[in-house]
C-alpha cells in the first residue's frame, strides 16, 4: 500500500498499517500528528488527495504552526515577533529585559507590546524598532546601553530615538543604523566598541561612520558592513575576532576585507558569508567554533565552508544553513546547543549536519533556535531560564517545537515610557492586551461554520476576528470527515487514526448522526 502525508506530501511506499504520524522529521516529529492515508491504487491515491488532503492542508498548517516572523536570542531570554507585529518574550529576567514590569523569569511567552518589526538582544537589555521607525529600549543600563541619557534599568519599553532602520545590541553596548545609513553608537565603551575613537561610556547616541548598511555588535567588539560591501570592525580583540591579524583592541574601524555580504558576531569569535556565499571565520576557536578542524585561535579570516547563505554565533558554538536548506552546527555541544541527542563537541574538518528543511537560524548563549521550511519555530540547548519558551526549565539536547505551550499576559498591566531622547520628554503609551473569546461565542461560531456561512458574516455576529474563526475551520473539517466516514460504515477506532479527533469526540459525532 502507498500513502502520502496530507501536510507535507511525503510518500510513504510498501506499507500495510494505517498512521496518524508523519516521520519527516519537521512535519511529524516536531509537530502535533499528520494525516496519512494508504492506497492500493492511484484512484484511491488521488481520491484522498482532492477530498481531503488538499482542503485541509492550508488551514491544518496555519491551525499547528506559530505564526513567527522575527527572533533575536539573547543569552538568557528570547525575544520573539509574531506576523501581526506583536512582541513576545521569555526566559532570563532579572535585569527587566523581558520588558513586562517584572523581575521574574518566564518560560512561558509574555505578550509586550504591538506595532514591532525588529528587536535585537545579546546579555541584559533588549531593544526594538517599531513600525513607524522608533527605538525603544528596556533592561540594565548600567553602562548606558539603552541610550536614554540616564545610567537607570527600565522596566518597560522607554523609547529612544526616532528614524531608525537597524538595530545590534552587545553584551553591555548597542549599535544603531538610520534611515540615512549613519551608525549611531551607545553604551559601554571600554574597548572602544563604540568605534568613536575614545573609550568613554555614552548614555546618549552618539553618530560614528556613515554608508553603513549592517552591523553585528558582540560582546565587546562590534562589526560593520558599507554599502560598498566591505567589512570593518572595532572594539575588543583578545582573541582575534576583529581579523585584522593582531590581538590589539581598536577604538576606531579597521578595515577587514572586501565582498562581504553578512557578518554574525559571538562573545569571542565572528563569521561571515562572502558574495559568493563562503563562510569565513576567525577569532577564538577553543572549541571547534570556527569549523576549521581546529582548535587553534584565528587572528585572519579562515575559509570554513561554501555554499552558505545564513550563519548564527552563539558564545561557542555556530549554525549555519546552506542553500538546500540543509542546518549545520559546529563547536560547543555540552548543552544541546547543536541539536544533537547527546552532549559531544564538535570540531571536525566538515562541520556537522543537523538536520534539512530550516529556512533561518538565531543562536544566543549557548541555545539555537531555527524556523523550519514547513513554519514551525524550534529551540535546542541550555533553558536554564526558560530561554527556550516551551513552558519548561529543561535543557533539550533535540529540538523542541516554541510559541506551543501557551502563552500569557504580563502580570501587571504596563505602560510603555515614551522618552525621546532629544527632549526627554515622558509620557505613556498602553500596551495593548488581546481579550478571551468568550466560550458560548465560540460554539455559535463552530455551528455557522459547519453550515459552511461565510467567516465575514460570522464574525460580525459573535464578535470573533477571522483570524481565529479561519483557525477552527480545521477542526470544523475533521468533524465532516469523520461523519463521511461513519456513514461508510467505518469503526470509529479506526477514524480515529486517520483524523485529529479523539474517540469520545467521533463517538459522539456518531450519536449525532443517527
Not at 491 to 500: E, M, N, T
Request: proline letters at 3%; hydrophobic letters at 35%.
Amino acid at each position: 500500500m502507498n500513502g502520502y502525508c496530507a501536510v507535507c506530501g511525503t510518500y510513504y511506499a510498501e506499507r500495510a498499517e494505517v498512521t496518524t504520524k508523519c516521520e519527516n522529521e519537521i512535519c511529524g516529529f516536531y509537530s502535533t500528528p499528520n494525516i496519512v492515508g494508504f492506497f492500493t491504487n492511484s484512484d484511491d491515491r488521488n481520491k484522498w488527495i482532492n477530498e481531503m488532503v488538499l482542503p485541509l492542508k492550508e488551514e491544518y498548517l496555519k491551525r499547528f504552526t506559530p505564526s513567527v516572523k522575527y527572533v533575536s536570542a539573547g543569552s538568557g531570554h528570547t525575544m520573539v515577533i509574531k506576523d501581526d507585529d506583536s512582541l513576545w518574550a521569555f526566559g532570563y529576567n532579572k535585569y527587566m529585559q523581558l520588558g513586562d514590569g517584572s523581575t521574574e523569569n518566564s518560560p512561558t511567552p509574555i505578550k509586550i507590546m504591538n506595532n514591532v518589526k525588529s528587536a535585537s538582544t545579546r546579555s541584559w537589555h533588549t531593544m526594538v524598532i517599531t513600525t513607524d521607525n522608533t527605538l525603544w529600549g528596556f533592561g540594565r543600563n548600567e553602562n548606558g546601553q539603552l541610550g536614554d541619557h540616564t545610567n537607570k534599568d527600565r522596566h518597560m519599553p522607554v523609547k529612544i530615538m526616532n528614524d531608525a532602520k537597524f538595530v545590534s545590541t552587545g553584551g553591555f553596548h548597542t549599535m544603531v543604523i538610520k534611515d540615512d545609513d549613519t551608525l549611531w553608537g551607545f553604551g559601554s565603551n571600554k574597548y572602544g566598541q563604540l568605534g568613536g575613537g575614545s573609550t568613554n561610556d555614552r548614555n546618549v547616541p552618539s553618530r560614528i561612520m556613515s554608508n553603513v548598511k549592517y552591523v553585528a555588535a558582540g560582546i565587546a567588539h562590534t562589526m560593520v558592513i558599507t554599502n560598498d560591501d566591505t567589512l570593518w570592525g572595532f572594539g575588543w580583540n583578545s582573541s582575534g575576532q576583529l581579523g585584522d591579524g593582531t590581538d590589539t583592541d581598536r577604538p576606531t574601524p579597521v578595515r577587514i576585507m572586501n565582498n562581504v555580504k553578512f557578518v554574525s558576531t559571538s562573545d569571542f569569535h565572528t563569521v561571515v558569508i562572502t558574495m559568493e556565499d563562503a563562510l569565513i571565520g576567525f577569532g577564538l576557536n577553543l572549541y571547534g567554533q570556527l569549523g576549521d578542524g581546529t582548535t587553534t585561535r584565528r587572528h585572519t579570516p579562515v575559509k570554513i565552508m561554501d555554499d552558505v547563505k545564513s550563519v548564527g554565533t552563539g558564545g561557542f558554538h555556530t549554525m549555519a544553513i546552506t542553500n538546500d536548506d540543509t542546518l549545520w552546527g559546529f563547536g560547543w555541544n555540552v548543552l544541546g546547543q547543536l541539536g544533537g541527542k547527546t552532549p559531544v563537541r564538535r570540531h571536525t574538518p566538515v562541520p556537522v549536519k543537523i538536520m534539512n528543511h530550516v529556512e533561518s537560524v538565531v543562536v544566543g548563549g549557548d541555545r539555537t533556535m531555527i524556523l523550519t521550511s514547513a513554519g514551525a519555530l524550534l529551540g535546542f540547548g541550555n533553558n536554564e531560564y526558560g530561554q527556550l519558551g516551551d513552558g519548561t526549565t529543561i535543557t533539550r539536547y533535540s529540538p523542541v517545537k516554541i510559541m506551543d505551550a501557551g502563552t500569557r499576559l504580563p502580570k501587571s498591566n504596563a505602560n510603555a515610557i515614551n522618552i525621546d531622547s532629544t527632549d526627554n520628554t515622558a509620557s505613556t503609551e498602553k500596551v495593548n492586551s488581546s481579550k478571551t473569546t468568550d466560550e458560548i461565542a465560540l460554539e455559535v461560531a463552530k455551528s455557522a461554520l459547519r453550515k459552511d456561512l461565510a467567516i465575514d458574516e460570522i464574525s460580525k455576529a459573535t464578535g470573533i476576528p477571522e483570524s481565529t474563526l479561519t483557525e477552527l475551520i480545521v477542526n470544523v473539517k475533521m468533524e465532516k470527515i469523520a461523519i463521511s466516514l461513519l456513514k461508510e460504515g467505518i469503526g470509529v477506532d479506526d477514524i480515529a487514526k486517520v483524523v485529529r479527533l479523539s474517540k469520545s469526540e467521533i463517538q459522539k459525532l456518531k450519536g449525532l448522526n443517527h
